[in-house]
T-cell receptor, first 117, second 113 residues
């Protein structure tokens, strides 16, 4: 079945540094990938939609210069949190839409726990 | 705007049926989904239903859709301790191959032995 991986699963970094999170679709092609943020005991908040070969579309209130998204291939999207601060600590989840799927369902990665000290 | 509402908690005994309810606002939703999230993990797609259906059954899972009332439910038969998780209802807004998912806040299901 459709599998989406994320790397790393956990990362701890110092304030002011940048962190890159990778999202890969392992057995299907994903023209569209999504990045979500989830706060404790809360739902997923869509941050941006990433289309292969084009610029990402950011949701209102999400700083595009802070959360850099690159979708260079049909199986890989990256999210870079630049100049991270403690308030960026969160659970980041990506999902990928299977281009070949009739129902256009999204498959989710296992998430990346980011802790900024 | 679009909104998806769920009750936050549900507690059942092992072996009983669980029913998780969800309401949504966008009448143009084409697909509605149920996802399961275990602690510290991503979301697992459990099942989905197309908006022109009113019921879908998949082993222990039954999804009921009342499009008139914009009400979706997920019934888990013979609930097991391994079913303890947070269940998210989601609607797809936007048509075709595009469109985003709008999630509810999730229902935490606790299964007591």
């Amino acid at each position: 079945g459709a599998v989406v991986s994320q790397h790393p699963s956990r990362v701890i970094c110092k304030s002011g540094t940048s962190v890159k999170i990778e999202c890969r679709s392992l057995d299907f092609q994903a023209t569209t990938m999504f990045w979500y943020r989830q706060f404790p005991k809360q739902s997923l908040m869509l941050m941006a939609t990433s289309n292969e070969g084009s610029k990402a579309t950011y949701e209102q209130g999400v700083e595009k210069d802070k959360f850099l998204i690159n979708h260079a291939s049909l199986t890989l999207s990256t999210l870079t949190v630049t100049s991270a601060h403690p308030e960026d600590s969160s659970f980041y989840i990506c999902s990928a839409r299977d281009r070949g799927s009739y129902y256009n369902e999204q498959f989710f990665g296992p998430g990346t726990r980011l802790t900024v000290l | 705007g679009e909104d998806v509402e769920q009750s936050l908690f549900l507690s059942v005994r092992e072996g009983d049926s669980s029913v998780i309810n969800c309401t949504y606002t966008d009448s143009s939703s084409t697909y509605l989904y149920w996802y399961k999230q275990e602690p510290g993990a991503g979301l697992q797609l459990l099942t989905y239903i197309f908006s022109n259906m009113d019921m879908k059954q998949d082993q222990r899972l039954t999804v009921l859709l009342n499009k008139k009332d914009k009400h979706l439910s997920l019934r888990i038969a013979d609930t097991q301790t391994g079913d303890s998780a947070i269940y998210f209802c989601a609607e797809k807004v936007g048509g075709g191959s595009q469109g985003n998912l709008i999630f509810g806040k999730g229902t935490k299901l606790s299964v007591k032995p």
